[in-house]
């Protein structure tokens, strides 16, 4: 609660008057974030393309709540929002033919893979700093402290990420997943 606190710049008592615990706290951040999410309408498209549909839709909605997000994956349960935004992609890996676990195991990868984007690519998420160099200078020798200087304006650039590129890896690997089966797309 202290950390939620000083990111909304109150003393942490304050959010005891709205929320009971952290829990509840956690939980009113993701469905206020979830109620937000929409979903373009994907009706009649083949299953690999609504799935990369829901991941970019899902990656551009989260953007904006990238720090919220990490704090709604400590909720103690999903709320309902989440598992309907959830099952949309699940719905459309089984009409792609995966079993039951598959969908469950593809399912999770797709959306770690959403949320990874988000935390780890600064150029998309204006939230996520990279350290100005005086900040781990001390801990770099002189070789690293050149390389990072140098480049650092390409790590913080806006335009580049990879999760285009990744995104469409992922579904290849799920679509070939779904023709040959787990044991033979695994060799």
């Known amino acids: 609660m202290n950390g939620v606190a000083r990111h909304l710049g109150c003393a942490p008592m304050a959010l005891y008057n709205h929320f009971r615990n952290k829990s509840d706290l956690?939980?009113?951040?993701?469905n206020r974030v979830s109620e937000a999410i929409t979903l373009p309408d994907m009706?009649?498209?083949?299953?690999?393309?609504?799935?990369?549909?829901?991941?970019s839709a899902m990656h551009d909605q989260l953007k904006p709540n990238a720090v919220s997000i990490r704090l709604?994956?400590?909720?103690?349960?999903?709320?309902?929002?989440?598992?309907?935004?959830?099952?949309?992609?699940?719905?459309?890996?089984?009409e792609g033919g995966l079993d039951n676990d598959t969908v469950v195991m593809v399912s999770r990868w797709l959306s770690q893979i959403v949320i990874s984007d988000l935390f780890l690519n600064p150029a998309e998420n204006p939230q996520v700093?990279?350290?100005?160099?005086?900040?781990?200078?001390?801990?770099?020798?002189?070789?690293d402290?050149?390389?990072?200087?140098?480049?650092?304006?390409s790590m913080a650039s806006t335009g580049v990420t990879m999760f285009d590129f990744i995104a469409d890896e992922a579904i290849e690997r799920v679509?070939?997943?779904?023709?040959t089966g787990f044991e033979k797309a695994a060799e």
Do not use: F, N
């Open 26 to 30: 956690v939980l009113g951040i993701g």
């Open 43 to 55: 009706t009649g498209l083949p299953w690999h393309v609504q799935a990369r549909r829901w991941m």
């Open 72 to 94: 709604v994956g400590t909720a103690p349960i999903m709320s309902p929002r989440w598992m309907q935004l959830t099952l949309v992609l699940m719905r459309s890996l089984r």
């Open 129 to 143: 700093q990279m350290p100005a160099l005086e900040s781990v200078q001390d801990a770099l020798d002189a070789d």
């Open 145 to 153: 402290r050149a390389l990072y200087h140098e480049l650092l304006p």
């Open 175 to 179: 679509k070939t997943l779904a023709e």
